[in-house]
């Protein structure tokens, strides 16, 4: 009923830059608040950032001052912009968004499949 789709995801050098997109379709009446997770292999998925969809957000503490994440509700679509990357931030990235759907009033929770983000030292 709604796919996530995730774009951006790449190799980059300790202190570059990356931007993520996620662009969500279908049965799509609202988006209550749409983020970013990201999950290192063997460890737990974890939030990195959040947006509402009155634009308040929601920083991890390791990504605060680095990160951004933005909207563009018209769209539908979250961006992640990630500066001054550190190998530590390699992951999988994950689009998540909290949707009403056009066919029933309540929330449900989807996912991206996954944009992997690389950063060498």
Do not use: H
């Not at 789709?5 to 969500?24: D, F, N, T, Y």
């Not at 605060?64 to 990235?93: C, H, W």
């Amino acid at each position: 009923q709604v796919q996530l789709v995730e774009s951006g995801g790449a190799l980059v050098q300790a202190g570059g830059s990356l931007r993520l997109s996620c662009a969500a379709s279908g049965s799509i009446f609202s988006i209550n608040v749409m983020g970013w997770y990201r999950q290192a292999p063997g460890k737990p998925r974890d939030l990195v950032a959040s947006i509402t969809s009155t634009g308040s957000t929601n920083y991890a503490d390791s990504v605060k001052g680095r990160f951004t994440i933005s909207r563009d509700n018209a769209k539908n679509t979250v961006y992640l912009q990630m500066n001054s990357l550190k190998p530590e931030d390699t992951a999988v990235y994950y689009c998540w968004a909290i949707v009403v759907l056009t066919t029933a009033p309540v929330n449900y929770q989807y996912w991206g499949q996954g944009t992997q983000v690389t950063v060498s030292s």
